[in-house]
């Protein structure tokens, strides 16, 4: 088992940044593939980034493309996600995930295996 926590939620202006963070215990961590989904009211969850273990491979979304960036600390055992040039459709609650590498490389939220309890990040116009 792994249990995942995000925190760094919040309300920012767009054009903001945030930073979200998702610190890992259980297993060790940098066994897993992590990654960011978000789910705003009303829609489906969407995948924001990976990254494999190592952070060797990182994929973000082309809604995030450019703005966001996921990156790992495994001595710390925590993943990131630092949120630049936010908007207001990015409001959403986010949820970290892990999963196999496998996982990190297919990006569909069925193959994670473990989920936190989510963040919520909300953008004013």
């Known amino acids: 088992q792994v249990q995942l926590v995000e925190s760094g939620g919040g309300l920012v202006q767009a054009g903001g940044s945030l930073r979200l963070s998702c610190a890992a215990s259980g297993r060790t961590f940098s066994r897993y593939g992590m990654g960011w989904f978000r789910q705003a009211p009303g829609k489906e969850r969407e995948f924001v980034a990976v990254i494999s273990w190592n952070g060797g491979y990182k994929y973000s979304g082309d809604s995030v493309k450019g703005r966001f960036t996921i990156s790992r600390d495994n001595a710390k055992d925590t993943v990131y996600l630092q949120m630049n040039g936010l908007k207001p459709e990015d409001t959403a609650v986010y949820y970290c995930?892990?999963?196999?590498?496998?996982?990190?490389?297919?990006?569909?939220?069925?193959?994670?295996?473990?989920w936190g309890q989510g963040t919520q990040v909300t953008v004013s116009s």
């Open positions: 995930a892990a999963g196999s590498q496998s996982a990190a490389l297919s990006r569909r939220d069925s193959d994670f295996d473990y």
